[in-house]
């Protein structure tokens, strides 16, 4: 029986960016980008401007854009010069200041307001041999590009913070102009906000201005006579937060960290890190890679981020807010999404039905209020019938309590009901072959939509099965063949792995470690190197010992494996098998277990010291939602930490602090993409080098993993 990336020979691994873009100022959809040549290198020493359409002391937008342009200098020193210039009117105006500086020699210039578009684009024009990067536009260049971020991602996250901290259950907002930016913002704080508090409302003044402290305070004094006891905004100072804090009542910020500026009546403040694009920007140019582009980074890229926490705000709405973080943080931005239906419009009438994400086209146009606003919108909301939800089928290998992979599968199918309320059905101990063939078959026979397959030996039964139902969708774990309504999905276990033999190198005394290892095939091959590497990082006299038991769940001969290494005097024993009997060993003779596939601590409270572990429903989630938006494709999935799939169970009692500091260290590299754990240099157990210095192996390498690092012990079985 084999389940997991077996022989991907012919897997394709596709990453799809939607290079989108908002609108700080008025937003529309953006236009294609031309596949044209990119302008010539620019010289050593950079020459970098900044236009700002406000004073860099409004401690708001324009302070953060300064911030940025300031971590640009302390990033780059001597190698590039910067300038600025603030209160730049939209018009004539900037179109002289952005030329004056391409006049002067600066070769790359960065207009940070909507209505420096058309100046951008123009100025662009006369001087091919500079970059421009304009923020909040959709216009592009060869040698012109655009950039925002996902500010409501934050922003909903502030919301849930409001919603639990209101006692009036009226939360007032100052808002700059009527566009789909600040009405999408608007949009996602209500939406969080109703999320905690499905009672509170938010009330909506709009300025039509983007910087007027005087206006700005005296909106926010109107929503406190209506009796908002707290206020937040899309404007650019802190007058509406000062105003707040002198009636006794809190805030939520915007721009930059405003508590810094008004106190700790300022619950909190979605934030932009605009540093984190312009450092990207700059050294592209000095690398001589940049192309012209459409960028809308979201809380992954570190763009856009949320202020600390006020003292004010209690623990438990802070747990709240931390795990609404964490699921943007670690990569389910893309699955998970502020717009995700059921979502009401302002008329109480639905308006995105359950499981229907938004697309970004209609994020970028949205011009009506979400049900909760108070407040006059562009236009009314779309009203739209309920989807009929698709009937959901799973099928598995092993049996839902084994504690392993099919515990794991079995848990990602309870969280789907849970987050898209789908029926689903699941058949366990299904064997491959004709079997699986069969109730594969009867699943889609029974009218099920989408049929979820868990074994790599199911693979051809899919297919065949796929072929007869074309309008039912296959989706099959850890194989390689596709067909139009067929697609393959799997996970980069292996870095899970790495980041175990962390711990596992940590805490052996013997410098002797064990792995169980089911079959001679290269995801096991590859997840048994990572877990060596990752050892020897920290421990280079490791020694790690296999042995090969071909099958995957057989809790006697996993027993049997265990005592084997015992044996041997290993005192961690790894386990890639789906039964907790190693664990359970490892406990009774006081030594250590790493365990797999699912979190378990209760069967080796002392001994286990972390588990690779799947979060499948993250997948499951994201294909069924989809089915249900008619997006569904069959380009293959091999997604890791980074997409939230694969995470590292919690740490037991016996790994040291400094262990956890460097694993963590390690997955928020992993996350970040600025480590692989296959980065060379790597030599073989037989002395031979296999991976140069500074080279990361490619994931076709990967997925064909036939031979073992330097640190194992023994041989791969033929």
Same mark, same amino acid.
């Not at 091919?128 to 260049?141: D, E, N």
């Not at 229907?356 to 236009?379: C, H, N, Q, R």
């Given at each position: 029986m084999f389940k997991n990336k077996r022989f991907w020979a012919l897997l394709a691994l596709v990453t799809v960016v939607a290079l989108l873009v908002t609108a700080c100022r008025p937003a529309a959809t953006p236009t294609p980008v031309p596949p044209t040549p990119t302008p010539p290198p620019p010289p050593e020493k950079l020459k970098v401007a900044f236009v700002y359409v406000a004073p860099i002391g409004d401690l708001g937008w324009t302070w953060a854009h300064e911030q940025g342009r300031l971590m640009v200098e302390k990033e780059f020193g001597d190698r590039v010069e910067t300038a600025y210039i603030e209160n730049v009117p939209e018009g004539p105006d900037a179109e002289r200041v952005i030329r004056d500086y391409a006049q002067k020699g600066y070769d790359v210039i960065f207009t940070t307001s909507f209505g420096f578009m058309d100046p951008t684009v123009t100025v662009a024009g006369e001087f091919?041999?500079?970059?421009?990067?304009?923020?909040?536009?959709?216009?592009?260049?060869e040698n012109s590009a655009t950039y925002f971020g996902k500010i409501e991602e934050p922003r909903y996250v502030s919301g849930l913070v409001a919603g639990k901290m209101t006692k009036a259950n009226k939360i007032g907002y100052v808002a700059a102009y009527p566009i789909p930016e600040v009405v999408r913002g608007i949009n996602a704080f209500t939406l969080g906000v109703r999320a905690a508090n499905p009672k509170a409302t938010v009330h909506v003044v709009w300025t039509n201005t983007w910087f007027d402290p005087v206006l700005e305070k005296e909106a926010a004094v109107a929503l406190l006579d209506e009796g908002c006891d707290v206020i937040a905004q899309h404007q650019d100072t802190t007058e509406p937060q000062k105003a707040a804090q002198e009636r006794g009542k809190v805030s939520i910020g915007y721009d930059s960290d405003m508590s810094q500026f008004v106190g700790d009546t300022v619950l909190t403040s979605p934030v932009w890190n605009w540093g984190v694009y312009y450092v990207e920007q700059v050294k592209a140019v000095l690398d001589g890679t940049w192309k012209t582009h459409q960028y809308w980074g979201g809380w992954q890229d570190g763009i856009v981020d949320l202020a600390p !926490?006020?003292?004010?705000?209690? /623990? /438990?709405?802070?747990?709240?807010?931390?795990?609404?973080? #964490?699921? *943007?943080?670690?990569?389910?931005?893309?699955? +998970?999404?502020? *717009?995700?239906?059921?979502?009401?419009?302002?008329?109480?009438?639905?308006?995105?039905? #359950?499981? $229907?994400?938004?697309?970004?086209?209609?994020? !970028?146009?949205? /011009? %009506? +209020? $979400?049900?909760?606003?108070?407040?006059?919108?562009?236009?009314?909301?779309?009203?739209?019938?309920?989807?009929?939800?698709?009937?959901?089928?799973f099928v598995y290998v092993g049996p839902t309590g084994d504690l392993g992979w099919t515990y794991a599968h079995d848990q990602g199918r309870l969280y789907l009901e849970k987050e898209l309320g789908v029926e689903t059905a699941y058949s366990e101990l299904v064997a491959e072959g004709p079997d699986s063939t069969r109730i594969i078959r009867d699943y889609a026979e029974k009218g099920y939509d989408v049929i979820f397959a868990t074994s790599f030996g199911y693979m051809d039964s899919v297919i065949e099965v796929a072929a007869e139902y074309p309008d039912t969708i296959f989706e099959h774990c850890t194989g390689y063949k596709t067909a139009e309504n067929a697609g393959i999905y799997d996970g980069r276990g292996y870095q899970g792995w790495y980041l175990a033999g962390i711990a596992a190198g940590k805490v052996t005394k013997t410098n002797v470690l064990g792995y169980i290892a089911p079959y001679p095939i290269p995801e096991v091959v590859r997840n048994m190197n990572a877990f060596t590497l990752g050892a020897r990082s920290v421990n280079p006299d490791v020694k790690v010992h296999s042995v090969w038991i071909f099958t995957w769940v057989d809790p006697v001969k996993e027993r049997e494996a265990a005592q084997v290494l015992l044996d041997l005097g290993c005192d961690v024993i790894a386990r890639e098998s789906d039964s907790t009997e190693p664990d359970k060993l490892a406990e009774e003779n006081g030594v250590y277990a790493i365990g797999y596939n699912a979190y378990v601590p209760a069967v080796a409270p002392n001994a286990l010291l972390t588990s690779p572990i799947w979060n499948w429903g993250v997948f499951y989630k994201k294909a069924v939602q989809a089915v249900m938006n008619g997006t569904w494709t069959n380009t293959p999935v091999w997604w890791g930490l980074a997409e939230g799939l694969l995470d590292l169970a919690p740490f037991g009692p016996a790994v040291p602090d400094d262990a956890k500091a460097l694993i963590e260290q390690k997955k928020q590299e992993i996350i970040a993409g600025t480590f692989?754990?296959?980065?060379?240099?790597?030599?073989?157990?037989?002395?031979? !080098?296999?991976?140069?210095?500074?080279?990361?192996?490619?994931?076709?390498?990967? !997925?064909? +993993? /036939? %031979?073992? $690092?330097?640190? $194992?012990?023994?041989?791969?079985?033929?």
């Open positions: 091919p041999g500079k970059y421009f990067m304009h923020c909040s536009g959709y216009k592009t260049a !926490l006020s003292d004010k705000v209690p /623990d /438990d709405v802070k747990n709240i807010a931390d795990a609404e973080i #964490a699921r *943007f943080k670690k990569g389910e931005a893309t699955i +998970f999404t502020v *717009f995700t239906g059921p979502i009401k419009g302002q008329n109480g009438e639905l308006s995105v039905p #359950a499981g $229907v994400s938004m697309t970004a086209e209609e994020l !970028l146009s949205m /011009d %009506w +209020f $979400v049900e909760g606003v108070v407040g006059e919108a562009p236009a009314k909301p779309p009203v739209v019938t309920e989807v009929e939800k698709p009937k959901v089928a692989d754990v296959f980065h060379g240099p790597i030599k073989d157990n037989t002395g031979e !080098l296999r991976v140069p210095d500074g080279v990361v192996m490619a994931d076709e390498e990967k !997925l064909a +993993f /036939d %031979w073992l $690092v330097e640190g $194992v012990v023994g041989i791969i079985p033929k």
